[in-house]
């Protein structure tokens, strides 16, 4: 993180920080008030591809020099945990754990996995006990 806005509170220049697939979305309409910004009406900035909300340029994610992501997209990373390791979970990762914490897998529930390739193996991982019966 480079620099942060005026409003922005929660991080400051320096802070070791995440990004997911979506760095802005209209955060007016129902969706995006109720929590799901991911089916924004007006449909959110995506990291890659998207059309950036402020100059209409498009999105171009660890491809460019540098971008602006609103505050709420952006995620505090542990210092001690390596950005490598933690890029694939900001996509994959994200895939996954959203259905199984909409589901709400934990203990004492079970879970099915259907194929194990990557986002797989990860719902097996992040299942926990649960996914490995």
Known sequence: ???VGSAVTAFAPGDPVAVGNIVDSCG???MCRGGHENMCVEFPTLTYGGRDREDGSTT???WSG???VRDSFVYRRPVSLDPAAVAPLMCAGVTVWEPLRA???GPGTRLGVVG???LGH???RLGGPSARR
């Open 116 to 118: 194990l390739g990557g």
């Open 122 to 124: 990860l719902a097996v």
């Open 1 to 3: 993180m480079v620099a």
């Open 66 to 68: 540098r971008y602006v």
């Open 103 to 105: 589901a709400g897998v």
């Open 60 to 62: 171009r994610g660890g």
């Open 28 to 30: 007016a309409c129902a």
